[in-house]
């Protein structure tokens, strides 16, 4: 790319981010409307390119892992510094004495206690006893993964709806508490979170840098046991 093309690329994006409105509390309630929308096209011009999403902070294995076959495949490691005993490709069997199923590892306990797992390794079929302990973590996505998640959510729903409890911001923080809903099949079960959220701006206040989470999601996820 010539010099010129650069300078000109570069004049459009400092002339384009100058015509940003500040974001107000207004457009914070349509940002959040279209995230669960799946739109990303609103979303994406909202965040900034260094935008992080900060989960909630939880107690468990610091795992991703789906249902593969008859036992759970290990698809990612949180925090590899504080899990040390699990691998992205284990094969999860027993989980605390139980075979698993379907319908999820169901992790209770304090930090530290420990947890049994039977599992085999990638391309071994030896079973292996596990002793590993729970421990805290926080999960941050950045802004290609969480364009990526708002799609996948917005596919796994028939139905919602978002009610805005309470809405307030103070220089380039704004907090917001609100409350969804929402179905997987038409006339199914309704399931329910409340959440709070702080989104913080850029200088400008026309680009959204972080979100920080307060919600737990344990208080969703137990609603499909």
């Given at each position: ?45 909202m965040l900034s390119d260094s935008f992080i999403y900060e989960h909630t902070p939880y107690v468990g294995l ?164």
């Amino acid at each position: 790319m010539s010099l010129l093309n650069k300078t000109i690329i570069s004049l459009f994006s400092i002339s384009f981010l100058m015509a940003l409105a500040p974001i107000k509390d207004e457009r914070m309630m349509e940002f959040i409307s279209a995230r669960y929308e799946g739109d990303t096209l609103i979303v994406a011009s909202m965040l900034s390119d260094s935008f992080i999403y900060e989960h909630t902070p939880y107690v468990g294995l610091g795992i991703e892992s789906h249902y593969v076959d008859g036992s759970y495949m290990v698809t990612s490691i949180l925090n590899d510094s504080l899990q040390t005993d699990l691998n992205i490709g284990d094969r999860i069997h027993e989980f605390n004495g139980s075979i698993v199923d379907s319908l999820g590892l169901e992790i209770n306990g304090a930090v530290g206690e420990i947890q049994k797992i039977i599992l085999t390794k990638p391309g071994d079929s030896t079973f292996s006893l596990i002793e590993t302990p729970l421990a805290i973590y926080q999960y941050e996505q950045r802004k290609e993964s969480f364009l990526e998640s708002i799609i996948a959510y917005s596919k796994a729903w028939f139905d919602y709806d978002i009610s805005f409890e309470n809405i307030f911001s103070r220089k380039n923080r704004t907090v917001v508490h609100y409350k969804w809903e929402g179905s997987k099949a038409e006339s199914g079960p309704i399931y329910h979170f409340s959440a709070i959220e702080i989104i913080e701006l850029n200088k400008k206040r026309n680009q959204i840098e972080r979100i920080v989470s307060l919600w737990s999601e344990k208080q969703f996820r137990d609603q499909f046991k």
